[in-house]
């Protein structure tokens, strides 16, 4: 069976037989490349953790008084308040069909605009940038560039993680013809490590940069003047404003030589490609930032050619199909405008409604505000997870406590579903037929090979029952995936006279059997612009006129920058990754980098506890110490929720900041403050029962094999010695009440253990000592519960497993399982002194190639720390 993966945007191909899956080598995409993520989804296919029925009230229901209660009680709320006292939030993991039907019962039925997604966290800004430079969301450019060209330039993109299968093509790339690459980022990420040139601006100085360049290409005569006379406007305003505020290698905070390095090199490269994502998006200049990048490469006619062109990674798998159909809530369908009335009036006659709203609706961060003040008073959330994932999400879960009525359709439970009104066990990847499309507009079909567990449906069909129940039968009589999709296909051609780029119109008739069959296909041309059309009312792209905002002061209240972001080997809020052991072993648990000088400045040491504080809120979190950060600055990733840690969820300090076109939060620029906490004790906690330990203390949550889990646990206040231990350490382990327990204390050194046991064996343990170096190791603890019977010697037992074992830190090729103590043994005692020599030495790199990047970083520090010593 031929599908697509479920993770990033690069959209790859995904062959399953037999319960394994394995790279599609027929898929444009990635020719039979997958991630470690990609490479491990079979593992994901355990239903323990599923939601499996509907419930309402948190009783169960059947799936009719569910979907009545919802079409009730939205429609009352209509009735009472207006369309707008409702709103749909959904996601990124929708496929096409799924988002088709939402937004057609939100805006064309329901008659409101308040749908919106967690899309708009990832590339609202590149949507509000192309429209603004094209006319229309449009990319211009393909996969292929990156292997015909010259010069790859990686703005705020940790691709070698985030999209590891195109930097692999990158890579490929720099060996065959000798492409540079430069990256720009504040942080030496995975990638920055493997590139010929890192410009580490400082945070949001984007803007300025690009600046500088559109003024370098006009001041040393790589203007391509012929194609910005015919096929542009606006450029002579987009120069002025250039010249006014462009940053200088001070402000960029850059060395002269390498600024003039970046310059002379995309001025001289003709086939040059600009990849960015979300360290240009999420910002409140991210739209100007996208433009910026846009405008030197109008400027130059490098664009929709072979090897040239600005090109948006997006971070979802279907995040342009939601573009596609109208799933943010500044769009309508089919990429119609709701500023243009012959749009509006093409789109009332092609669903023959009345009730098409005139204007946007609330975007996310504005949508649960509204939820909070009582604007919105019934919101259904699908495929997501807002209280955990959006900024300030503390906030978020106050609104969605305060909502009158709250629908949550999902896979798994989250602290979303725990808001909820009625929840609905959704239909997941593997489980769903629909398409999906990729960030070079390639769409795939996304299949099912097994059925959803319990009474799990597809979402496009949710949305259905309930439109139906709502009165809008005739307008959603759906049976099947392949229904929408025909739709889709023919309100992308329905009066379109070549006005719009998106048109796959020739797929309005597609039979059953084609759609089951359908193969991959790019909408529209392979690339886009080259003849200098453009779909804007004048035929001509539009130059953006950008100001470089001034440096966003710091506060000495606040002295650092917080920047969030995502790990190599997870994925959102880890409702799927989280659960699998293999992807936990590179970052067992939640942290925050820092640099080695503001380390020292505060005397940590790596795995101190660091309380975080911005104006939104604090976590505790351990310290991980980098020369990969600049100082002043520290990066936390988003990941890790409640549902894997007593504390780290760092969407709590990101604030409402966002863009002021695209509405997209600001999530890498956030002012902080930091608070070394001391810890009284430390623990580790290993249970078959999935407990949720909360307190004042850390604790974070690790997968293990058979079922189990692993707690690594550190407190702030002391531990008291009296019988409440006993109690509170039981409550920990999850045991039942007349559990079976030995325990024992000693006060003096202030160690503690405790072993739950049912019908001698061994259920969970908890050890807690003043010091790390007093709890076992990984393997100790695997031994203690191989022991097949307590019956006899249980203290015994118990003592001799308290002794620690040496560890071998972690992982850092999770495809070959060797760790970071490994790689560092091996350069040393066979004289490695390149990646390809790990890989021939260890096959660490060999595989995936996603750990390339910290291969590079570990030969880096290894051989400085040689020539220190």
């Not at 939030?89 to 308040?114: C, H, P, R, W």
């Not at 030589?257 to 991210?286: I, K, M, W, Y």
């Not at 309100?491 to 359908?518: R, V, W």
């Not at 490994?822 to 021939?840: F, P, Y």
Request: net charge neutral.
């Amino acid at each position: 069976m031929k599908t697509t993966c479920p993770y990033c945007g690069v959209g790859c191909g995904v062959d399953v037989k037999d319960g394994t899956t394995s790279g599609d080598l027929s898929h444009p995409a990635n020719a039979g490349r997958l991630c470690i993520k990609g490479a491990t989804l079979a593992a994901t296919l355990d239903d323990s953790n599923r939601l499996l029925v509907p419930t309402v009230g948190g009783k169960q229901v059947a799936w009719d008084q569910a979907l009545d209660t919802i079409a009730e009680k939205f429609s009352s709320v209509i009735a009472a308040h207006g369309p707008d006292a409702v709103a749909i939030y959904g996601s990124g993991q929708f496929l096409t069909e799924d988002y088709y039907v939402a937004n057609k019962l939100m805006k064309g039925f329901i008659g409101s605009a308040n749908i919106d997604t967690n899309s708009r966290l990832c590339m609202a800004s590149t949507v509000a940038g192309h429209v603004r430079a094209f006319g229309e969301d449009v990319v211009p450019g393909c996969y292929d560039d990156i292997d015909e060209a010259d010069l790859l330039v990686l703005v705020g993109s940790n691709t070698a993680w985030c999209h590891p299968v195109l930097f692999e093509r990158a890579l490929a790339a720099r060996a065959a013809r000798g492409t540079k690459i430069i990256v720009i980022d504040p942080r030496r990420t995975a990638t920055a490590a493997l590139a010929d040139l890192h410009l580490p601006v400082r945070p949001d100085a984007d803007v300025g940069l690009f600046l500088k360049l559109l003024t370098a290409i006009e001041e040393r005569g790589y203007v391509d003047e012929a194609y910005v006379a015919l096929h542009t406007q606006g450029f002579a305003g987009a120069l002025r404003a250039a010249h006014e505020t462009a940053s200088d290698a001070a402000e960029l905070g850059l060395t002269e030589a390498d600024l003039e390095s970046f310059l002379h090199l995309f001025c001289t490269t003709p086939r040059c490609v600009t990849l960015f994502s979300q360290g240009v998006n999420q910002s409140t200049s991210g739209t100007d930032k996208v433009n910026a990048i846009i405008n030197v490469h109008l400027a130059t006619g490098r664009i929709g050619k072979p090897g040239m062109g600005p090109f948006s990674l997006t971070g979802q798998p279907n995040a342009m199909g939601g573009r596609e159909v109208g799933g943010l809530a500044n769009q309508l369908a089919a990429h119609l405008r709701f500023d243009d009335p012959v749009d509006r009036a093409l789109l009332k006659s092609f669903w023959s409604s009345n009730r098409l709203p005139r204007k946007p609706g609330f975007k996310a961060i504005e949508m649960f505000d509204a939820v909070l003040s009582g604007r919105i008073k019934a919101i259904w959330i699908a495929a997501t997870n807002p209280a955990e994932s959006l900024p300030r999400s503390a906030r978020v879960r106050a609104a969605l406590e305060a909502c009158p009525f709250v629908v949550v359709s999902d896979c798994w439970p989250t602290e979303t579903t725990r808001l909820a009104n009625v929840t609905l066990p959704a239909a997941g990847w593997s489980e769903k037929d629909g398409t999906v499309t990729n960030s070079e507009r390639c769409i795939s079909r996304q299949r099912a090979f097994r059925t959803a567990p319990g009474e799990a449906k597809p979402d496009w069909w949710i949305f259905t029952q309930v439109a139906q129940r709502m009165g809008f039968a005739n307008q959603f009589a759906y049976t099947k995936p392949a229904d929408i999709f025909r739709e889709h296909a023919r309100l992308s051609g329905y009066g379109n006279n070549a006005t719009k780029l998106f048109n796959i119109a020739q797929h309005q008739s597609i039979s059953d059997g084609d759609y089951e069959l359908l193969q991959p296909f790019t909408w529209g041309a392979k690339r886009f612009f080259a003849d200098g059309k453009f779909p804007t009312p004048q035929g001509l792209a539009n130059f953006a006129a950008i100001i470089a905002g001034t440096p966003k002061k710091r506060d000495a209240s606040f002295p650092f920058i917080l920047n969030t972001g995502r790990l190599r080997d997870q994925w959102h809020t880890m409702t799927r990754t989280g659960f699998v052991p293999t992807l936990m072993e590179s970052a067992a648990a939640p942290s925050f980098s820092i640099s080695d000088a503001d380390a020292a400045k505060y005397a940590l040491i790596p795995g101190d506890l660091v309380r975080v504080t911005t104006r939104h809120g604090s976590e505790v979190l351990p310290a991980a110490i980098s020369n990969t950060q600049r100082e002043s600055e520290i990066f936390a990733a988003m990941h890790w929720t409640q549902t894997h840690n007593a504390t780290g969820n760092i969407n709590q300090l990101v604030g409402p900041a966002r863009d002021p076109y695209s509405g997209q939060p600001a999530s890498k620029f956030e002012h902080a403050a930091i608070e070394k906490i001391p810890a009284f004790w430390h623990g580790i906690l290993q249970t078959h029962k999935l407990t949720q330990p909360s307190g004042q203390f850390y604790a974070s949550r690790v997968p293990l094999a058979g079922g189990m889990h692993r707690f690594t646990m550190a407190g702030w206040k002391p531990l008291s010695f009296g019988g409440e231990l006993s109690d509170w350490a039981a409550r920990l382990c999850g045991a039942d009440a007349d559990a079976e327990r030995i325990e024992m204390l000693d006060a003096g050194r202030g160690t503690y253990r405790l072993g739950i046991l049912q019908d001698h064996r061994l259920l969970a343990c908890l050890f807690l000592a003043p010091h790390n170096n007093l709890l076992p190791g990984n393997q100790a603890l695997a031994e203690l519960f191989s022991v097949p019977n307590w019956q006899t010697n249980r203290i015994g037992i118990l003592m001799a497993s308290a002794k620690p074992a040496a560890e071998s830190g972690p992982v850092v090729c999770v495809c070959h399982r060797v760790t970071e103590a490994t790689i560092r043994t091996a350069i040393k005692e066979k004289r490695l002194t390149d990646i390809a020599g790990i890989g021939h030495a260890l096959k660490a790199g060999s595989h995936c190639g996603s750990c390339k990047g910290e291969l590079a970083t570990i030969l880096q520090s290894q051989t400085t720390q040689e020539l220190v010593t």
